[in-house]
């Protein structure tokens, strides 16, 4: 197995991990590439190619054994002691994300959030406590925090963002319109929500179009 795996292969292994842990709780023990890649409108040699690339093959019989693929993808995507996790700024969309995310994986675990209001420090979002921003570094560096959320205004986000790097911060994941310039070893993935909804609406009216044909 390669040992920096691409960043595409990383995400449809998350993906299909969720799958395989959606149809183990189903009752189903094996499952074939080509069924894994109806669910998730992939092609069935993506998924042979990404299972070799991992070093796992099924049985042509049965197909893949879905425990130990789990395992297989659980012990490449997660790190054996786990892995912490901080919320910059806890708005609407801050608030949202722990509920979401709290306690989704054993291995990811959201320590900490930060914002500036006053009525919001110290107290707790779905059992998070909330620090001023001003303690950051503290807190990061207390809690060995090695992954960051943005979800702060975007004024904020180079100075806070660089602030973090300089705390140790490994990964970041920023909701944000500011595009970040980070060192290398810090790992930047931007998720931007308009983007992503603007690519669902051009594709939705180009279907809409086609079916009018």
Do not use: W
């Not at 042979?48 to 019989?61: E, T």
């Amino acid at each position: 197995m390669k040992k920096n795996l691409p960043h595409r292969t990383i995400e449809r292994l998350s993906m299909y991990r969720q799958l395989l842990n959606n149809l183990l709780s189903n009752g189903v023990e094996y499952v074939f590439s080509h069924q894994i890649s109806e669910y998730l409108h992939l092609t069935s040699v993506q998924v042979r190619r990404d299972f070799m690339l991992i070093g796992y093959s099924g049985n042509h019989r049965k197909g893949y054994e879905i425990k130990q693929l789990i395992t297989k993808i659980t012990d490449i995507i997660d790190t054996p002691e786990g892995i912490n996790v901080a919320i910059i700024g806890m708005g609407n969309l801050g608030k949202a994300l722990i509920n979401h995310l709290k306690g989704k994986r054993d291995k990811i675990q959201i320590v900490a959030c930060f914002d500036i209001m006053p009525e919001k420090i110290r107290k707790q979002q779905n059992e998070v406590k909330c620090y001023h921003i001003d303690d950051l570094e503290k807190v990061v560096q207390k809690e060995n925090i090695k992954i960051a959320l943005l979800t702060l205004p975007g004024s904020e986000t180079i100075s806070v963002a660089k602030r973090l790097v300089l705390s140790g911060i490994k990964g970041i994941l920023n909701f944000t319109s500011t595009p970040l310039n980070l060192p290398n070893y810090v790992y930047v993935e931007k998720y931007d929500i308009v983007t992503a909804l603007e690519k669902v609406a051009y594709f939705a009216k180009h279907n809409d179009i086609n079916e009018m044909k």
